[in-house]
């Protein structure tokens, strides 16, 4: 499965390239990335315009410290889990509020629900 589809990576450069040039602009998660074999999730907002691996949103790896930051989309295709299993995309995920919300109730709960 592919993490990422056109339509995401044209959607999350184009929150990249907004996100330079408005400091307030506050993005919904575009994509939501999961380990099936562990505790890591992640609510990409966005893709750097000059760096096109280069992903931001809410990074858990599953050790109760959710944080807002950066990831190599290369290095989630290259985790492997038991059994050769590979980090994969929620086909229905829905983002229901921006990031900020969903990185605020993650700091509470410890752990990101979406």
Known sequence: MQLLTPEHRKTMLENGHRYQTDPDFEAMPVVKLFTPWGACTWLLTDLDPEDHDLAN???????????LGS????????????????????????????????????????RTIA
């Open 71 to 110: 990831v190599r989309i290369s290095e989630i295709e290259s985790l492997r889990g038991p059994s050769g299993l590979r980090a994969e995309r929620d086909v229905n995920f829905v983002a229901k509020e921006t990031i900020g919300t969903y990185a605020a109730r993650a700091r509470i709960d410890g």
């Open 57 to 67: 949103g809410l990074c858990d790896l599953g050790f109760g410290e959710p944080e």
